[in-house]
């Protein structure tokens, strides 16, 4: 590495999973159904794995809050809605963080045929 090159280390928490009212169906936003969101952060950990202090990184528990907050709390006719709104809170909650990537998955939306989900993913910075 240069002298001088930023480090980006990354945080992940996967496959937490919500139970959420969003949907364009009126059935959807009545019924429910489940959410699982993704998440990664790009932040410098060199400070916390020197210090093994909380402090001097970011508090997983707090991610985790947020997406829960904004799955089970509100609602939304788009997961492109719900993703975008992770990732603005988590944004504006850490000014540590360089970039943020949530996915935001619907394993069962009422779609007629096969497949296993259906999903978006969304990448934003500073």
């Not at 945080?11 to 139970?19: C, K, L, N």
């Not at 528990?61 to 609602?75: D, K, S, T």
């Amino acid at each position: 590495m240069e002298k001088g090159a930023k480090t980006i280390d990354k945080i992940y928490v996967t496959g937490m999973e919500f139970y959420g009212y969003h949907g364009v169906l009126p059935e959807e936003h009545v019924l429910g159904q489940r959410f699982l969101v993704d998440i990664i952060v790009e932040t410098d950990v060199k400070k916390a794995g020197e210090s093994d202090c909380l402090t001097d990184t970011i508090n997983y528990a707090q991610l985790y809050e947020i997406c829960r907050e904004i799955v089970e709390e509100r609602q939304f006719s788009l997961i492109e809605a719900v993703a975008e709104q992770i990732a603005s809170r988590i944004l504006s909650s850490f000014p540590t963080i360089e970039q943020c990537t949530v996915k935001v998955s619907k394993p069962n939306p009422p779609i007629k045929g096969h497949y296993q989900s259906v999903a978006v993913e969304i990448v934003r910075g500073r």
